[in-house]
């Protein structure tokens, strides 16, 4: 398998991002082909002796910031990385691709380069997200800030797939966010993306509350890209400030450190239950092809664990079933089957 990576997206790039490539080479068994500024990427790699066995690099001169306008990636930045990168994965140079750069840019380049698949409206984020037992995932977190019903329920469809073919769940229950979880909660979007939910195949359960998604009330939970963006800010940042809290009071006094030290083994296993980094990332979901966003903040181990999920993205080949999927209920409910160019 190969994978396509962005050598220079995200705040560290690139070299945790070499980094967390030969590490995935030795682990996971892939290939990797590298965009990005070939003379930089050389020179880094030898630099912290990093080895890049296994690894073209494609040259790419220019970098999309995170400052940068999502449109450029197809006006001033179409020589970027990323630009480059999901050029690749369009020719079939690639089985997928990674960048831990600019969101919107990777959402625009995605959707003009690589293309949605036949009848999705919308390709959507969809981060894997730790709760009390496991992880959830929650789509759309930011790629859509207005959305229709029918692309809420694409998205719990497609969510539904990811999580049985990739996390390995059975039947994921899908729930609705909304701001009750009485049937007649929430607006319009809400009412109707309901309805549509109960139509499907799918282990629809309704409508879920924020707070109790953490207790481990859905395995995937359906959005708007406005909503879900600000569930998952709010989520990280209070993941942060309880663990930092946690942190300070086992360190502020002798008697506190000896206690900690009793507990160490449950507050790792706790810290690493609440770390993003064990996720690495996030699948652009409608993609024609597999596309993946890891966290702009991405240092070797996490960029190392979203080149896992990419992985295993491919090898259940979730592409392919939401395509089937979504083809099926189109025929069922007399949809006709052409590209949707809104």
Do not use: W
């Amino acid at each position: 398998m190969k994978i396509i990576v962005d050598a220079f997206g995200g705040d560290n790039a690139p070299l945790e991002i070499l980094k967390g490539c030969a590490q995935a080479v030795d682990g996971l068994d892939i290939d990797i082909l590298l965009t990005g500024r070939k003379e930089e990427i050389l020179r880094v790699a030898k630099e912290n002796d990093i080895s890049l066995n296994r690894m073209e690099i494609i040259d790419a001169p220019d970098v999309i910031t995170m400052e940068d306008h999502a449109g450029e990636i197809m006006k001033s930045k179409t020589n970027s990385s990323m630009a480059e990168g999901l050029r690749r994965l369009a020719a079939g140079e690639g089985d997928a691709f990674l960048s831990a750069g600019n969101s919107g840019a990777l959402v625009v380049g995605a959707t003009l380069l690589v293309k949605r698949i036949k009848g999705i409206k919308r390709i959507a984020f969809a981060p894997i997200i730790p709760k009390k037992d496991g992880c959830f995932m929650l789509i759309d977190s930011g790629a859509n800030v207005e959305c229709k019903p029918e692309m809420l329920c694409q998205f719990g469809v497609m969510g539904s797939i990811y999580m049985q073919k990739v996390m390995k769940i059975p039947n994921p229950r899908v729930a609705l966010a909304n701001i009750g979880t009485e049937e007649h909660k929430g607006g319009e979007l809400q009412h109707e993306a309901y309805a549509m939910l109960q139509k499907t195949d799918l282990n629809f359960i309704g409508n879920v509350e924020a707070r109790d998604v953490p207790i481990d009330a859905a395995d995937v939970v359906v959005a708007d890209g406005f909503t879900g963006n600000m569930f998952l800010k709010t989520y990280e940042g209070v993941a942060i400030l309880l663990l930092g809290k946690l942190k300070e009071i086992f360190t502020k006094s002798a008697l506190n450190k000896m206690a900690a030290a009793i507990l160490l083994k449950d507050i790792k296993a706790l810290m690493k239950t609440m770390d993003y980094n064990e996720y690495g990332g996030a699948p652009l979901m409608g993609c024609a092809k597999p596309v993946f966003k890891a966290h702009g903040s991405a240092k070797a181990k996490t960029f190392y664990n979203a080149l896992r999920l990419t992985k295993a993205y491919v090898d259940g080949d979730v592409v392919s079933e939401i395509a089937g999927s979504v083809a099926s209920y189109r025929e069922s409910h007399g949809q006709e089957s052409a590209e949707d160019d809104e």
